[in-house]
T-cell receptor
Framework: GNSVTQMEGPVTLSEEAFLTINCTYT??????LFWYVQYPGEGLQLLLK?????DKGSNKGFEATYRKETTSFHLEKGSVQVSDSAVYFC???????????FGKGTRLSVIA | GAGVSQSPSNKVTEKGKDVELRCDPI?????LYWYRQSLGQGLEFLIY????????KSGLPSDRFSAERTGGSVSTLTIQRTQQEDSAVYLC???????????FGQGTRLTVV
């Protein structure tokens, strides 16, 4: 079946540090891949997406590249800010009657 | 509508009572999902609808949980004989199209006392 594995948190970084949150997936075919973010006290919102191999999704300084050969979709940001503190979820959806599948989430804390 | 709407936003109920949680998806979205998020935890998948049918009910934790969707639109999640461990935020999402990116509602915070 389809599954997503992302690195366990929490991750604590100083402001302006480089961020990587690893995400790997298992799926047949060519799923679409997503990163969702949940800021404190808020609902989930889509951060970025990629729909085919080698696509790069980007938003708010975050980037992730769909790597078919390594079945990965790692989230990166060159310089984090305190306002990036949130929980980040990697997710995939495959074709057909299959649900959206989430990883367990990674909590990021950025300190000034 | 403009976004996914869930009601109520907060619900406090006594142990043993039944509750109904409602989700209004984005108009035209064919897929609808229910998830549960306990305090500080990840997302627990409950059920997925495609139109009015539920191809995947595998996440429903017990037979006290049921869900339906009518007219390919509104969905109701019902929890019978609530228990304290049912306390969580219940999230609904909808999606459509080939990419199927999901849009989430703000959730219903359920507290069983």
């Amino acid at each position: 079946g389809n599954s997503v594995t992302q690195m366990e948190g929490p991750v604590t970084l100083s402001e302006e540090a480089f961020l990587t949150i690893n995400c790997t997936y298992t799926a047949t075919g060519y799923p679409s891949l997503f990163w969702y973010v949940q800021y404190p006290g808020e609902g989930l919102q889509l951060l970025l997406k990629a729909t085919k191999a080698d696509d790069k999704g980007s938003n708010k300084g975050f980037e992730a590249t769909y790597r078919k050969e390594t079945t990965s979709f790692h989230l990166e940001k060159g310089s984090v800010q305190v306002s990036d503190s949130a929980v980040y979820f990697c997710a995939l959806v495959n074709s057909g009657n299959t649900p959206l599948v989430f990883g367990k989430g990674t909590r990021l804390s950025v300190i000034a | 509508g403009a976004g996914v709407s869930q009601s109520p936003s907060n619900k406090v109920t006594e142990k043993g009572k039944d509750v109904e949680l409602r989700c209004d998806p984005i108009s035209g979205h064919t897929a609808l999902y229910w998830y549960r998020q306990s305090l500080g935890q990840g997302l627990e998948f409950l059920i997925y609808f495609q139109g009015n049918s539920a191809p995947d009910k595998s996440g429903l934790p017990s037979d006290r949980f049921s869900a339906e969707r009518t007219g390919g639109s509104v969905s109701t999640l019902t929890i019978q004989r609530t228990q304290q461990e049912d306390s969580a935020v219940y999230l609904c999402a909808s999606s459509s199209g080939q990419v199927r990116e999901a849009f989430f509602g703000q959730g219903t915070r359920l507290t069983v006392v």
